[in-house]
């Protein structure tokens, strides 16, 4: 400290960070990816699109095997592939933007914790990825004759995404430096995300099968461990990954 | 106000910044020039905290660096090349954001916002969407962004890459008037009359190092262009 610094108690004032505006900053960030989506529809357009292509090849291949088609494993398998892949797609391109336009670096400088921006981003990709979930259960429902909107599934379908999404955030945030991203960020993403994955499937399956609770609780408490590991990870590595 | 002594930032095995010593006086324009590739956005993205540095102390207004980076980030205006805006937003609702994440208090917000729209001349334009400006237009609405909060310092990174005449004209009559406010600038630029013109004084950056430091009022400007060949151009065939 210098005798210069004479108006840093009003900085530091300003920049003291208890709750109340570390979640107004994660809240200014969430409202940011979604006003900026709404106008741009960008990502949102392609991960329904995708959903909806993925679902409809499916629906077709399956069209002759009405004993596979009507399976609750082969619903449980088609809605977890979807979410991971159009959720990689939604993942990337959110991260991408944000660096192409430079609106990173902006973020990055503003005075708030890293974690803030993390958990910000994370959100905003959550909503987005639940909205394609959505969409995809209901074409699930229509196309495949499934009762796969029930409460315990769409918890599952919860969790399981806020584990996807916070590792698929921090990742994207590291593969987003390099050249070759688009390909980088599946190969860094799936190895770590399969705990989620396998948890989420095998859980799902469990509920649209209607098996006894013994069946699906361990996968359910297995994904909630996994999410909070993976948030705390996500808590303390952010500023390392965006760190040069 | 900013104080840096031998500064090294080493990519891999590379190193770009070579023990750089620097200090601009609270109020003072500094233009830094220097070929590419001499270490000026790097040393620019370490005092916005962007950027770890290898070794040496940094000192922004008595904050240290790293160590206390949210705290120097809260005095510092930036503006890039890239106009760090959200082209899908309007420029009211950009604004609006980044005053959030700069935690004004939000009774000021809005009367805050309005201020620099108006100072920067885009208020008439404040609820169109940034896509639909010009990069003139563009980087005036950057300088808003980085005055939102009312830094003390202000980093700029080559804020006339891309700008034709008459944008930059309008750019040279608001940095004039943000540096007459009493903050510190420091200016990275190609441009050596443009730099000269500006600034109070002009340091060259060649191979990670100051190379030349003077105050404007020492330097000829008919000179400067031979002067800043001999500068660089001995270092780097040294």
Redesign the interface.
């Given at each position: 400290?210098?005798?210069?610094?004479q108006?840093?108690t009003a900085?530091?004032a300003?920049?003291r960070?208890p709750i109340t505006?570390y979640l107004?900053?994660v809240?200014?960030?969430v409202?940011?990816d979604i006003?900026?989506e709404m106008?741009?529809r960008e990502l949102i357009n392609s991960m329904i699109l995708f959903t909806i292509m993925t679902v409809l090849i499916f629906s077709l291949a399956l069209e002759l095997d009405a004993k596979s088609r009507r399976s609750d494993s082969t619903v449980a398998g088609i809605l977890w592939v979807t979410i991971a892949f159009a959720g990689i797609l939604g993942l990337g391109r959110s991260m991408a933007a944000e660096k192409d336009?430079?609106?990173l670096?902006?973020?990055?400088?503003?005075?708030?914790?890293r974690s803030a921006l993390f958990f910000g981003k994370m959100l905003g990709n959550l909503l987005f990825v639940l909205v394609v979930a959505l969409v995809l259960m209901l074409l699930l429902t229509v196309l495949f004759d499934a009762t796969v909107i029930r409460p315990l599934v769409l918890l599952m379908v919860l969790l399981g995404s806020i584990g996807f999404t916070t590792v698929g955030t921090l990742v994207s945030s590291m593969s987003v430096h390099a050249r070759a991203r688009e390909t980088l960020l599946p190969i860094l993403l799936m190895p770590v995300v399969l705990p989620v994955l396998i948890s989420a499937v095998r859980g799902t399956n469990a509920l649209l099968n209607e098996l006894p609770s013994e069946d699906w609780m361990p996968w359910l408490q297995l994904l909630v461990i996994a999410d909070l590991l993976y948030l705390a990870a996500a808590y303390w590595l952010f500023d390392f990954v965006v760190?040069? | 106000m900013i104080e840096i002594h031998s500064l090294t930032k080493i990519f891999g095995v590379n190193p770009v910044l070579r023990g750089l010593d620097l200090s601009v006086p609270r109020g003072q324009f500094l233009t830094l020039l220097g070929p590419n590739g001499s270490g000026k956005t790097t040393l620019l993205r370490i005092l916005g905290a962007l950027a770890h540095p290898t070794g040496g102390t940094i000192q922004i207004g008595g904050w240290d660096l790293p160590r206390e980076a949210d705290y120097v980030r809260a005095q510092l205006g930036v503006v890039s090349h890239l106009p760090l805006l959200y082209d899908t937003l309007t420029a009211e609702e950009n604004l609006l954001f980044f005053a959030r994440l700069y935690n004004l208090p939000s009774a000021e917000r809005a009367a805050r916002v309005e201020t620099v729209l108006r100072r920067v001349g885009l208020w008439r334009r404040a609820r169109d969407v940034v896509r639909t400006y010009s990069r003139g237009m563009q980087q005036r609405l950057a300088i808003a962004r980085a005055i939102l909060h009312n830094p003390s310092v202000l980093l700029l990174d080559e804020p006339y890459t891309g700008l034709d005449q008459d944008a930059a004209g309008l750019l040279d009559d608001l940095l004039r008037e943000v540096a007459i406010q009493g903050r510190t600038v420091v200016m990275t630029t190609h441009d050596l009359r443009r730099g000269y013109d500006l600034s109070d004084r002009i340091a060259i950056l060649s191979r990670g190092k100051i190379a030349f430091d003077q105050l404007g009022s020492d330097i000829d400007p008919d000179t400067l262009p031979a002067l800043y060949a001999d500068v660089t151009g001995a270092a780097t065939t040294r």
């Amino acid at each position: 400290m210098t005798a210069e610094s004479q108006p840093q108690t009003a900085v530091r004032a300003r920049t003291r960070r208890p709750i109340t505006p570390y979640l107004r900053s994660v809240g200014a960030v969430v409202w940011k990816d979604i006003r900026a989506e709404m106008r741009s529809r960008e990502l949102i357009n392609s991960m329904i699109l995708f959903t909806i292509m993925t679902v409809l090849i499916f629906s077709l291949a399956l069209e002759l095997d009405a004993k596979s088609r009507r399976s609750d494993s082969t619903v449980a398998g088609i809605l977890w592939v979807t979410i991971a892949f159009a959720g990689i797609l939604g993942l990337g391109r959110s991260m991408a933007a944000e660096k192409d336009r430079g609106s990173l670096d902006a973020l990055l400088l503003a005075p708030i914790a890293r974690s803030a921006l993390f958990f910000g981003k994370m959100l905003g990709n959550l909503l987005f990825v639940l909205v394609v979930a959505l969409v995809l259960m209901l074409l699930l429902t229509v196309l495949f004759d499934a009762t796969v909107i029930r409460p315990l599934v769409l918890l599952m379908v919860l969790l399981g995404s806020i584990g996807f999404t916070t590792v698929g955030t921090l990742v994207s945030s590291m593969s987003v430096h390099a050249r070759a991203r688009e390909t980088l960020l599946p190969i860094l993403l799936m190895p770590v995300v399969l705990p989620v994955l396998i948890s989420a499937v095998r859980g799902t399956n469990a509920l649209l099968n209607e098996l006894p609770s013994e069946d699906w609780m361990p996968w359910l408490q297995l994904l909630v461990i996994a999410d909070l590991l993976y948030l705390a990870a996500a808590y303390w590595l952010f500023d390392f990954v965006v760190e040069e | 106000m900013i104080e840096i002594h031998s500064l090294t930032k080493i990519f891999g095995v590379n190193p770009v910044l070579r023990g750089l010593d620097l200090s601009v006086p609270r109020g003072q324009f500094l233009t830094l020039l220097g070929p590419n590739g001499s270490g000026k956005t790097t040393l620019l993205r370490i005092l916005g905290a962007l950027a770890h540095p290898t070794g040496g102390t940094i000192q922004i207004g008595g904050w240290d660096l790293p160590r206390e980076a949210d705290y120097v980030r809260a005095q510092l205006g930036v503006v890039s090349h890239l106009p760090l805006l959200y082209d899908t937003l309007t420029a009211e609702e950009n604004l609006l954001f980044f005053a959030r994440l700069y935690n004004l208090p939000s009774a000021e917000r809005a009367a805050r916002v309005e201020t620099v729209l108006r100072r920067v001349g885009l208020w008439r334009r404040a609820r169109d969407v940034v896509r639909t400006y010009s990069r003139g237009m563009q980087q005036r609405l950057a300088i808003a962004r980085a005055i939102l909060h009312n830094p003390s310092v202000l980093l700029l990174d080559e804020p006339y890459t891309g700008l034709d005449q008459d944008a930059a004209g309008l750019l040279d009559d608001l940095l004039r008037e943000v540096a007459i406010q009493g903050r510190t600038v420091v200016m990275t630029t190609h441009d050596l009359r443009r730099g000269y013109d500006l600034s109070d004084r002009i340091a060259i950056l060649s191979r990670g190092k100051i190379a030349f430091d003077q105050l404007g009022s020492d330097i000829d400007p008919d000179t400067l262009p031979a002067l800043y060949a001999d500068v660089t151009g001995a270092a780097t065939t040294r």
